[in-house]
């Protein structure tokens, strides 16, 4: 199995900053793509930012110029820098594996972490 561990939420100000870091270990044979998510009370959840296994990025609109997501395939762990954070960046942040692993067959599943609270005062 996959384990996926997140750290790095606060309470910030508006206009402040954060760093959010996601690792995942286990038996992976290889990581196909990283990205963080995010859910609000009372909405679903979104993506804001993933990176495939070639570097390819993808942002949430509202995201876009603000957060910065980076990787270390070295140590499997993806970044996700948050800069300008608004009240409505306030979340619950979700890391997401996508990862082939060592098991019969080598299959490819997804994995979550537990999450990460990140809350924006005005």
């Known amino acids: 199995q996959v384990r996926v561990v997140e750290s790095g939420g606060g309470l910030v100000q508006a206009g402040g900053s954060l760093r959010l870091s996601c690792a995942a270990s286990?038996?992976?044979?290889?990581?196909?793509?990283m990205g963080w998510y995010r859910q609000a009370p009372g909405k679903q959840r979104e993506m804001v930012a993933v990176?495939?296994?070639?570097?390819?990025?993808n942002y949430l609109d509202s995201v876009k110029g603000r957060f910065t997501i980076s990787r270390d395939n070295a140590k499997n762990t993806v970044y996700l820098q948050m800069n300008g954070l608004k009240p409505d960046d306030t979340a619950i942040y979700y890391c997401?594996?996508?990862?082939?692993?060592?098991?019969?067959?080598?299959?490819?599943?997804?994995?979550w972490g537990q999450g990460t609270q990140v809350t924006v005062s005005s």
């Open positions: 286990g038996n992976i044979f290889r990581i196909n793509g």
């Open positions: 997401n594996v996508d990862a082939t692993t060592t098991a019969v067959g080598f299959p490819r599943n997804v994995y």
């Open positions: 990176m495939t296994s070639g570097g390819t990025t």
